[in-house]
């Protein structure tokens, strides 16, 4: 099973950037990664995806433009770039691992097996 954590939430102005991280530990296979976010009173909505390989990412419509999604797999890292922040983006921020060898991108949540704990995001007006 692997481990995830994210870093890099914080409070910022409307406006701003933040980058959020997330490592990977434990027992590490190939695997596509997501992030998804869950706002007060909401449940937890897709944000984006890549695959292993990195050629393949996909945005939900409210990040489009703004976002953007890597990863390192040498560091075991995977990112997520947010400029232009909105209060509307104010949530904690997941990431999420697919299943091993499960290369491919999903925007489902239930196709994810491993989550970390989450980061807080607060864009302020």
């Known amino acids: 099973q692997v481990q995830l954590v994210e870093s890099g939430g914080g409070l910022v102005q409307a406006g701003g950037s933040l980058r959020l991280s997330c490592t990977a530990s434990g027992r590490t296979f190939t695997y596509a990664m997501g992030w998804f976010r869950q706002g007060p009173g909401k449940e937890r909505e897709f944000v984006a995806t890549?695959?292993?390989?990195?050629?393949?990412?996909y945005y939900d419509d409210s990040v489009k433009g703004r976002f953007t999604i890597s990863r390192d797999n040498a560091k075991n890292t995977g990112y997520l770039q947010m400029v232009s922040l909105k209060p509307e983006d104010t949530a904690v921020y997941y990431c999420?691992?697919?299943?091993?060898?499960?290369?491919?991108?999903?925007?489902?949540?239930?196709?994810?097996?491993?989550w970390g704990q989450g980061t807080q995001v607060t864009v302020s007006s």
């Open positions: 890549i695959s292993w390989g990195g050629g393949y990412t």
């Open positions: 999420a691992a697919r299943s091993p060898g499960t290369i491919e991108i999903s925007r489902n949540k239930f196709e994810y097996d491993a």
